[in-house]
C-alpha cells in the first residue's frame, strides 16, 4: 500500500510544473513521512532540505523546531508549523489558507505511518513471535538508534554557528539531563 501510494504521489506531481500548492506541500511531506523510521528526529535534515530557503529562513525553520520541540506530542507536530509558514514567494497568508497549509502538510507527514499501522496491525501478533522478524526488529531498532545520532551531528551543524550558540545548547542540554528541567522551561531558558 505504502510503496503504491508513493509512486501514484511521484507520478502524478511535476513540482516544477504544478501550480497547485496543496498537492506540492502534500507530496513533500508525504514522501518525507514515508521514509521515516526511528522519530521526528531522524527526518529533520530532509525537512531542512526541503523548505530552507524555498519557504523560510534557516533561522525561521529553527524557531519553529525549538517551538515544536517545546510542546507536548510527537516532533511531527513541526510539520503543521511549516505548512502554516509555506510561503515560497514571501507572501503572507491569510489565517484560513495558513490553516488549510497546516492541515494538508500534518496529513502528508501522518499519513505514510498511519496507513502502515492498519496494514501491519492484523499480522503484527503472529509476526512478533517470528524468530527471525525479531531479529530483523532489533536490527531495525539499532538502525533508527543510528540515524537520530546522525540527525543530532545534523542539527549541530545547522543551529551552532559560534562559541555563544554551543554554550546556550550545553546550557540547556545541562538544565535537561542533569536536573530533568522540563522542555518549556529549559526552551524559555535558552
Not at 504521489?9 to 514522501?31: A, G, Q, W
Not at 513541526?78 to 502554516?84: D, V, W
Not at 507572501?91 to 499501522?117: E, M, N, Q, R
Request: net charge neutral; charged share 10%.
Amino acid at each position: 500500500i505504502l510503496l503504491t501510494s508513493i509512486l501514484l504521489v511521484n507520478n502524478n506531481t511535476n513540482l516544477k510544473s504544478n501550480n497547485n500548492t496543496y498537492l506540492t506541500i502534500f507530496e513533500i511531506m508525504y514522501r518525507i513521512g514515508s521514509i521515516i523510521f526511528g522519530g521526528g528526529q531522524v527526518v529533520l535534515p530532509l525537512l531542512e532540505d526541503e523548505v530552507v530557503p524555498h519557504w523560510m529562513t534557516k533561522d525561521r525553520f529553527l524557531q519553529g523546531l525549538g517551538l515544536a520541540q517545546s510542546m507536548p506530542g510527537p516532533l511531527f507536530n513541526f510539520s503543521a508549523y511549516l505548512g502554516a509558514a509555506y510561503s515560497p514567494n514571501g507572501d503572507k497568508s491569510s489565517f484560513g489558507v495558513a490553516l488549510t497549509h497546516a492541515l494538508v502538510a500534518y496529513v502528508g507527514l501522518f499519513g505514510p505511518g498511519v496507513l502502515l499501522i492498519f496494514a501491519v496491525v492484523p499480522f503484527w501478533a503472529r509476526l512478533r513471535r517470528v524468530p527471525w522478524f525479531r531479529a530483523v526488529l532489533k536490527g531495525v531498532n539499532a538502525t533508527a538508534i543510528g540515524f537520530v545520532g546522525a540527525a543530532c551531528v545534523i542539527l549541530w551543524e545547522s543551529a551552532v554557528d559560534d562559541a555563544a550558540d554551543a554554550m546556550v545548547f550545553c546550557f540547556a542540554g545541562f538544565l535537561a539531563v542533569v536536573y530533568n528541567v522540563s522542555a518549556p522551561i529549559v526552551v524559555l531558558s535558552g
